[in-house]
Nanobody
Framework: HVQLVESGGGSVQAGGSLRLSCVAS????????MSWYRQAPGKEREFVSA???????SYADSVKGRFTISQENAKNTVYLQMNSLKPEGTAMYYC????????????????????WGKGTQVTVS
């Protein structure tokens, strides 16, 4: 089954940088559309950035110009480079993936489901 392992969180001063990583595994016949969300205490979980297996990227307006999402060629690993961090960026950051592919993938276990990592904490002071 699909699993996500996140790493790279920590505590930084405002203006500092962190790089988060997320490694997906468990799908033989599918590619991964991967994205990052974050959730601060008492707030709704919000979209941060995404990249699909075709390399298309998107960003929330709040992080444009400061965050960069990238994907390794194998497309099972995604990174979120976070620069110029702000205190309001303090949150638990979650990696999410959905499977995509042809007819073989569409018949694979887990197709059409969202998979979430356990999250990595980012604290900006």
């Amino acid at each position: 089954h699909v699993q996500l392992v996140e790493s790279g969180g920590g505590s930084v001063q405002a203006g500092g940088s962190l790089r988060l990583s997320c490694v997906a595994s468990g799908s033989t016949y599918c590619s991964y559309d991967m994205s990052w969300y974050r959730q601060a205490p008492g707030k709704e979980r919000e979209f941060v950035s995404a990249v699909d297996s075709d390399g298309r990227t998107s960003y929330a307006d709040s992080v444009k110009g400061r965050f960069t999402i990238s994907q390794e060629n194998a497309k099972n690993t995604v990174y979120l480079q976070m620069n110029s961090l702000k205190p309001e960026g303090t949150a638990m950051y979650y990696c999410k993936t959905r499977l995509r592919g042809g007819f073989v993938c569409r018949r694979a276990v887990g197709y059409g489901m969202d998979y979430w990592g356990k999250g990595t904490q980012v604290t900006v002071s």
